[in-house]
């Protein structure tokens, strides 16, 4: 049977065919004028998505790449940090840090929930000496399809001299991130996932508060220095070569966004999100994250009892094509995730559920076929 693919997994995520078309052009020197043109305008376009005056620094990247930027930027080795984690990025963070000789302290949450501001706020209450140099937080936790409130977190850091770092990889561009406005430090993300872009450009920016970090930290980095990043984009350069057909595409990415609106975008993410819960739940599956704190762009999915998630995961692309992702870590094969993230419209989510149910049939769970679908239909038409 013929199939169409479907990449429904939380990044890289699917590229609309304008993007794809603005990359399809013949490479230009990145010295030249027509490239710092075109770096100037999308560095500027950028503030507007990040909600920022701040400088966006792009680099040739994934979001580990930016995750260690930020680490090695802001710090010195032995600065004592606070990592709070909901899941494997919130992990990653700690690891980082780690290895490159920060103090690091966990702030551990159950993986499914959403970290606790107040239990956040108490911890830095007690650092007295403000010894705690940096709060890291993930916004949207993709191992777990948990959204953490961001703006309260950073709120319960007021009054504590901790710079607040933010990795916003699966969120910036779909979830409401407003950097200034909630006196984030530093915010990270990538291209891969609500920028509907391929992957391989990183984004970083920092507060002047975080720049003055920068001025300070020791820890080693060359190719991560966002001193030498913002003095080259100050020239509408990168300290290095950049990968120009990216940009291009990056363009035509903030276009589609600047069309859209940021605000449709995050209610689309909201209402896609909540249709295919809704569907998910109508086929008598479970969900991992409590609808509070569910994800706007990936949801975690809990398979029938007796079916294995990765079996489920199979079957849905060997048969009909659609690629979902399993779960991470200790949520290896006890979750699979369905990936609803940037350039995703309403079919996609009804596509998948139809599928979803069939694959279900097929692998011996009860569905009444046209449930799931129905439940997500209803939720669309009433917007
Ligand atoms: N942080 C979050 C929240 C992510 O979802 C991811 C990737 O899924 C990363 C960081 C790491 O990004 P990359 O895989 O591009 O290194």
Redesign the pocket.
Known sequence: MLQKPYLMV??PTAVPERVLQAMHRPVINHRGPQYEALFRDVSDRLKTVFKTKQDVLTYPS????M?EAAVVNILSPGDHVLVVSIGV?GD?FAEIAAKFGAVVEKLDFPWGEAADPQVLAERLAGDKEGRIKAVFL??????TGVTNDVRALAAACKGHPALVVV?A??SLGAVDLAMDEWGLDVVIT?A??ALMLP?GLGFMALSERAWAACAQSTMPKFYWDAQAVKKALAKGQNPYTPPVSLLFGLAEALRLIEEEGLDNIFARHRLLATALRAGVRAMGLGLLADDKVASPGVTAVLPPAGIEAKKIQKTMRERFGITLAGGQKKLENQIFRIGHLGYVAETDILVTLATLEMTLTLLGHKVELGAGVRAAQIVILEG
Do not use: I, L
Not at 138 to 143: A, G, I
């Open positions: 939380p990044g994934a979001g580990t790449g995750m990025f990653r993930t916004h949207n936790e993709t191992s990795d990889v699966s990538g891969q996932k992957p």
